[in-house]
């Protein structure tokens, strides 16, 4: 045999298991993308050409003339390879732009794709029957139309790979994906020019020539595969480089593959001075004295990587310490999720504060990948469930290490965030007290300078308004003069509400037959509301027993007369609000719906907030004043619009019964 045919007995060894390797890494780290199932299958084409062509080059070691089976089981593996080699590069280079979003799919693209999966018809239909019916092993050698054909075929579904590598580094800001996109880029290229020459151009000056060149293709074509497993492994590409047990796994078992074929070449290189089971005995007692060697090397490895793991896991913790110094709990929970998928390449990851009755166990996307739960303890209390899902492969020991790691952590942090925001928490309500009491200060000091002359102008009015001699002219001079008294007395009392201090808790509250007072407040307002044709509906739940919670009276008065008067005259045009109030649990629910025109979005963000309005003479503290009342008597209050056919409000206060109910 020419010294030629081993280099390619040894690149087509080389290939076969490089590309075997990066199989089982997929297959391992396998996830629910279609990305991921294409480049599986651009990596199974090119492992079953050159595991093809491997079992080709053996039998024409082995055999003077192969067996007709061995040999269609070789022409078999490298036309399946081949055929469907240039179709499945354009099309996970397309899928990685998708994926990467270097480039937007369109139209273009797909039709990219389909124009280069076309000859595959071609190919399956003419050439490979005429292959067939001649079966050799020699026919990456045979030149002709074949030959001239996939290599034009080829060379072009490797200069479009080369053009979409240039734009996805273009489109990076990663530096390590830059220089794969980059090195793969030129890899392609160089591989275009030469297998269109070799094949396209060199394969019509006979068999002797594509038999040189094709050796160089062929050792060639282990470039990219080994660029991709380099970064897969050292710059984590794709993730896989995460699933250190999956690599390790894999590794062992290729080693021990490769060293078993060894022993069996070995046995069979000195049959004729020692017995293949004395070779094959000597190689294998070999291995004891490797295994400290060994031990030690892979020691220091696995060292290195999980002293590498927790000094990011460590950085990971810093992260969070200055997340939580935010006072967000739910903030931080979120963060902690999206941090440690990205810091372990979890498919997802989910923190449960607590679990909740609602709870479920996490799944990985598509039922694929392994899940594990770590609960969170406070001491012996469980405070929630940290819960994490690989994307293939069993999550790896220091990884699920560094995960236990950190949900011991965790507690700390969501402890330290809860006090640093029950702090904020109280040192905004201090902040709003002071605010209040210099409302409060500053509205005393405006009511006792303004009332009094407001009453004395009022008093003279009115009396001057019972003669009988004064003009109407006058007279409807007067009494617009009193209206707008009344109404600034209004906005004045409106202003002291705001200010004065109402009952919080239990500590001096009333308790109130919350159902009276609220068909009270709407039998107040039902004459003003017929008078600008609203029809005002109040429902009520049949509770026998009168129903009552912790507050004042004037509080939820304040709450109800306010939000029905809002609905009221939010329908100029007339229409229909209905109040309803019912027992749900150990709360009353009372409801307050319009048919008005709704609420836009931009308002609805500043809603209840102080000195806020959308009326040309309101004062901005009518939802204010509601909120806080709510507030201090414990409850909530909620508000959607549109309610039905793009209008209508509806406002829903929920608010706890009292202890005697």
């Not at 026998?544 to 919670?549: Q, S």
């Amino acid at each position: 045999m020419p010294a030629l045919f081993y280099i390619r007995l040894i690149a087509f060894t080389a290939g076969a298991l490089l590309y075997l390797f990066l199989l089982a890494l997929i297959i391992g780290h396998r996830r629910p993308r279609r990305f991921e199932r294409v480049l599986f299958f651009l990596i199974l084409a090119l492992f079953f050409f050159y595991s093809g062509a491997l079992l080709a080059a053996n039998a024409a070691i082995h055999y003077v003339i192969p067996p007709m089976s061995t040999a269609m089981f070789a022409i078999g593996l490298l036309l399946g390879g081949l055929a469907f080699l240039p179709g499945l590069l354009v099309h996970a280079e397309v899928e990685y732009g998708r994926v990467a979003g270097a480039i937007p799919i369109g139209a273009g693209q797909k039709i990219l794709v389909a124009a280069f999966y076309l000859p595959l018809v071609f190919f399956l239909a003419h050439i490979a029957p005429q292959i067939l019916a001649r079966p050799r092993l020699d026919i990456l050698w045979r030149g002709g139309f074949v030959a001239a054909f996939y290599g034009i075929w080829l060379s072009l579904a490797l200069a479009a790979g080369a053009w979409f590598e240039v734009r996805a580094w273009d489109a990076s800001d990663d530096p390590s994906l830059r220089r794969l996109h980059i090195l793969l880029g030129v890899v392609f290229g160089i591989l275009a020019v030469l297998v269109f020459y070799t094949y396209g151009v060199g394969a019509l000056h006979g068999p002797s020539a594509l038999e040189n060149l094709g050796t160089l293709v062929i050792v060639a074509g282990l470039i990219p595969g080994t660029v991709l497993g380099y970064f897969a492994l050292r710059y984590n590409f794709l993730q896989i480089g995460m699933q250190r047990n999956l690599v390790y796994a894999v590794s062992a078992a290729f080693l021990a593959m490769m060293y078993l074929a060894l022993v069996r070449r070995m046995s069979g290189w000195l049959e004729p001075a020692v017995p293949p089971e004395a070779t094959a005995a000597i190689l294998l007692f070999v291995l004891v004295f490797l295994f400290e060697p060994l031990e030690r090397v892979i020691g220091r490895t696995l060292y290195r990587a999980f002293q590498q793991r927790m000094e990011r896991v460590q950085r990971l913790l810093v992260e969070l310490q200055t997340e939580a110094q935010n006072g967000d709990v739910e903030k931080l929970a979120r963060v902690a999720e999206t941090r440690i998928r990205e810091e372990f390449a979890l498919s997802s990851a989910r923190i449960s504060l607590p679990r909740g009755a609602e709870w479920s166990p996490l799944r990985a996307p598509g039922g694929l990948g392994h899940c594990v739960e770590i609960p969170l303890k406070d001491g012996r209390e469980e405070i929630g469930v940290l819960e994490a899902c690989s994307t293939g492969a069993v999550l790896v020991g220091e990884t699920t290490v560094a995960l236990e790691f950190l949900a011991e952590q965790l507690p700390t942090l969501v402890n330290h965030c809860r006090l640093i925001g029950e702090k904020l928490r109280l040192e905004r309500e201090l902040a709003e007290r002071e605010r209040l009491a210099l409302v409060g200060q500053m509205a005393a000091s405006i009511s006792h300078n303004l009332r009094n002359p407001i009453s004395s102008m009022k008093t003279v009015l009115q009396a001057l308004l019972e003669e009988r001699d004064l003009t109407p002219r006058v007279r409807e001079d007067c009494e617009i003069v009193v209206r707008e008294m009344d109404r600034l007395s209004s906005k004045l009392t409106q202003l002291l509400r705001y200010a004065r201090p109402g009952i919080r808790g239990n500590d001096g509250a009333g308790r109130i037959a919350i159902a009276a007072i609220t068909e009270q407040v709407v039998s107040l307002l039902r004459r003003d509301a017929e008078r600008r044709n609203v029809r005002l509906e109040f429902a009520e739940d049949d509770l026998r027993n009168e129903t009552v919670v912790v507050g004042s009276e004037e509080a939820w008065t304040d709450v109800m007369s306010n939000l029905v008067v809002n609905a009221i005259e939010a329908q100029s045009g007339g229409g229909k609000v209905c109040v309803s109030i019912r027992r749900c649990g150990g709360a009353i629910r009372v409801e307050i719906a319009d048919d008005g025109p709704g609420i836009p979005m931009d308002v609805g963000a500043k809603l209840f907030q102080p000195f806020f309005t959308t009326k040309p003479s309101g004062t901005g503290l009518g939802l204010a004043i509601v909120a806080r009342r709510t507030a201090e008597m414990g409850g909530t209050i909620s508000w959607e619009s549109p309610v039905s056919e793009g209008r209508g409000t509806r406002f829903v206060i929920t608010v706890p019964i009292g202890a005697s109910n």
